[in-house]
């Protein structure tokens, strides 16, 4: 009787799946790796990016990096409009300096 207990137990771990990630527009948690929320149908952006100080990865929704803590939004040039990489001293388009 011991034995079903833990074989069932250990069945119903490894047949679950991983709920680590959160719906943006419905707040239902799904598997990780989906590309449709399973119940409102929204589209599941998880890509990563590469942090331009650190190189770490990590998802590109987040504002800063949570390795090194530098800021990961672009830095929109005031002359041409042009959205350039953060920690770029000058526009790549223009050349008009970011830094101010």
Known sequence: AVGNT????????????AMDITCNK??????EGSKFCSSCGEKILSGKIECYSCKELVDE???FCPN???PLGKKICS???????P???FCSECGTTLEG
Not at 26 to 31: E, L, M, N, R, Y
Request: net charge positive.
């Open 26 to 31: 419905c707040g239902a948690k799904i598997a």
């Open 79 to 85: 002359n041409c409009g042009k959205a350039n990489t």
């Open 61 to 63: 929704n987040m504002k």
């Open 68 to 70: 090194c803590g530098i």
């Open 6 to 17: 833990f074989t069932k137990a250990a069945g119903s771990i490894v047949n679950t799946p």
């Open 87 to 89: 920690g770029t001293k």
